[in-house]
């Protein structure tokens, strides 16, 4: 075999083995990228789950918190009124020893001193519970504290004025709980008439 020969094969070997030990290197760069690859989605992958966890307790949470709120609220609204009624309790014994006296007494006077002071009390712990009457009588008719029962003609005072409250209006912290029962004036007939002949 010629030193040609001999070269040509050296050659061959020495280029099949830089091919071999160049592929071997892509395959550990690649066995590398794909390790790093797998580690990087097993890390997302417990970054999800852990997510999905955090997500689920709160929601859990949430749902425990509304829960709560929603029984309490219930108990809320149950005993709201318990210290209302508590200090309504002393006028109803009042009434009560008033109804008592005028059987045994008679005293009618006495009877309507004692209601008086009752009464007197019991609007004083109203107003106290934000619960206030208004007056109607010479104001302006205002359907928003007003329910007019009926209209009566009247002279003496301008067109849509109350002119008789016949049950009283109260607001509870400035809204109105109930309106007013009230007369409602209107124009005379016999004025407007006459304007019209005089116009």
């Not at 005028?102 to 519970?129: H, P, W």
């Not at 007056?135 to 302006?140: H, I, M």
């Not at 008719?141 to 003496?156: G, I, K, R, Y």
Request: charge should be negative; aromatic fraction near 6%.
């Amino acid at each position: 075999m010629s030193d040609k020969s001999i070269n040509r094969n050296n050659n061959m070997e020495d280029l099949e083995t830089e091919a071999r030990g160049n592929m071997e290197e892509t395959i550990q760069e690649d066995h590398a990228e794909d390790q790093d690859l797998s580690e990087q989605l097993r890390a997302a992958r417990e970054e999800l789950q852990e997510c999905r966890d955090k997500v689920l307790r709160l929601a859990a949470e949430l749902d425990n918190f509304k829960k709560r709120m929603e029984r309490e609220k219930a108990e809320h609204i149950k005993f709201a009124l318990e210290a209302f009624a508590k200090e309504l309790l002393p006028f109803l014994d009042n009434l009560e020893r008033a109804v008592e006296s005028a059987r045994e007494s008679r005293d009618i006077d006495g009877l309507i001193d004692g209601l008086d002071l009752t009464l007197s009390g019991y609007l004083k712990t109203l107003e106290r519970f934000g619960l206030k009457a208004f007056a109607a009588e010479g104001q302006r008719f205002d359907p928003n504290f007003h329910e007019a029962l009926s209209v009566e003609e009247s002279a003496e005072v301008d067109e849509n004025t109350v002119i008789k409250q016949l049950l009283k209006g109260y607001t509870l912290h400035d809204r109105v709980l109930r309106p007013a029962l009230v007369v409602v004036s209107k124009k005379c007939h016999e004025n407007s008439g006459q304007q019209g002949t005089n116009g």
